[in-house]
């Protein structure tokens, strides 16, 4: 079973950055995509930023141009950089693992579909 651990949440001024960690015990995919995902109660829980073994990255619409996600394969890391944050960007951030490589091209509306690793969340909280 894949652990996945989140880290580095925590509460920040809007317009403020914050750097979350998730550290992975390995993928046993050849091939595979990583994910950020985040939710509020109440809400459903919707893709944020995903990158797969290819380093093809997509993003979802409302972090575009603030949210950088990255990994580092060697240590079983991966990154999300939350830059300029706004109320909205509260949630409880989760970090997953997917078997499908593909899964970075779809919609980030269906990317939960396709993620099967899941860490335990990590909370952000942005206040003005």
């Known amino acids: 079973r894949v652990q996945m651990v989140e880290s580095g949440g925590g509460s920040v001024q809007a317009g403020g950055s914050l750097r979350l960690s998730c550290s992975y015990s390995?993928?046993?995919?050849?091939?595979?995509?990583l994910g950020w995902f985040r939710q509020t109660p109440g809400k459903e829980r919707e893709g944020v930023a995903a990158?797969?073994?290819?380093?093809?990255?997509s993003y979802a619409d409302s972090v575009k141009g603030r949210f950088t996600i990255s990994r580092d394969n060697a240590k079983n890391m991966l990154y999300l950089q939350m830059n300029d944050l706004k109320l909205q960007d509260s949630a409880i951030y989760y970090c997953?693992?997917?078997?499908?490589?593909?899964?970075?091209?779809?919609?980030?509306?269906?990317?939960?579909?396709?993620?099967?690793?899941w860490g335990q969340g990590t909370q952000v909280t942005v206040s003005s």
């Open positions: 390995g993928s046993p995919y050849a091939g595979y995509s």
């Open positions: 997953a693992l997917s078997d499908a490589k593909s899964a970075v091209t779809m919609a980030p509306l269906v990317w939960y579909l396709y993620f099967g690793h």
């Open positions: 990158i797969n073994s290819d380093d093809v990255t």
